[in-house]
């Protein structure tokens, strides 16, 4: 199967600075997401991104699919940022593979 | 639109017991999914239903099953319940290629 490796694990930022998220995925897929997980559990859809370059505020995301590999930035980065970052990616439409996430922690 | 709803919230059984989990997809999404997230494994793929027939299935044992009903609302069990199957559960719907939707989860407990 698909195999999705998400860097880097675990990132501590002073608010107001930026920081880039990468996802590496193994295969071609046609569906790729990025999500935020809050500390509740829940699983925030921010980008649905299998190609190109999307923004929403102040995050964006970058996919080059020919490359198999993802971005996500977050500028001036807020307290509320903090939580984990995951990347999920499918071949197909019913299954998606989830990367290991990377941690994010912004301090005030 | 309402979301994805999941019930309940929290659960605790104890080993050996059943367990079932409901989830109630968008309304008008008829793929319903299931992952679960471990602190050890991550978010792992159990299986996806689409018109009530199982499309997709994970590797879990067969004490994991699932079913969707006509109103693309699903279920699932697992029996003989293990400590190690205690893991937050999230359900997602979808329509067609579009995102993932997840709805806030089901943590169980089995101890």
């Known amino acids: 199967g698909i195999q999705v490796e998400q860097s880097p694990p675990d990132l501590i930022l002073q608010e107001g600075a930026n920081s880039t998220l990468r996802c590496n995925f193994s295969d071609s897929v046609n569906n790729l997401q990025w999500f935020h997980q809050n500390p509740w559990g829940q699983l925030i859809n921010l980008f649905y991104i299998p190609s190109g370059t999307k923004q929403n505020g102040r995050l964006s995301a970058t996919t080059v699919a020919t490359e198999r590999y993802s971005l996500l930035y977050i500028s001036s980065s807020q307290t509320t940022d903090s939580g984990v970052y995951f990347c999920a990616v499918a071949a197909n439409a019913g299954k998606s593979t989830f990367g290991d996430g990377t941690t994010l922690t912004v301090k005030p | 639109k309402a979301g994805v709803t999941q019930t309940p919230r929290y659960l605790i059984k104890t080993r050996g017991q059943q367990v079932t989990l409901s989830c109630s997809p968008i309304?008008?999404?008829?793929?319903v999914s299931w992952y679960q997230q471990t602190p050890g494994q991550g978010l792992q793929f159990l299986f996806e239903y689409f018109s009530e027939t199982q499309r997709n299935k994970g590797n879990f044992p067969g004490r994991f099953s699932g079913r969707q009903f006509s109103n693309s609302r699903s279920e699932m069990n697992v029996s003989t319940l293990e400590l190690g199957d205690s893991a937050l559960y999230l359900c997602?719907?979808?329509?067609?290629?579009?995102?993932?939707?997840f709805g806030n989860g089901t943590r169980l407990t089995v101890t």
């Open positions: 997602a719907s979808r329509t067609g290629d579009s995102p993932l939707h």
């Open positions: 309304s008008g999404h008829r793929s």
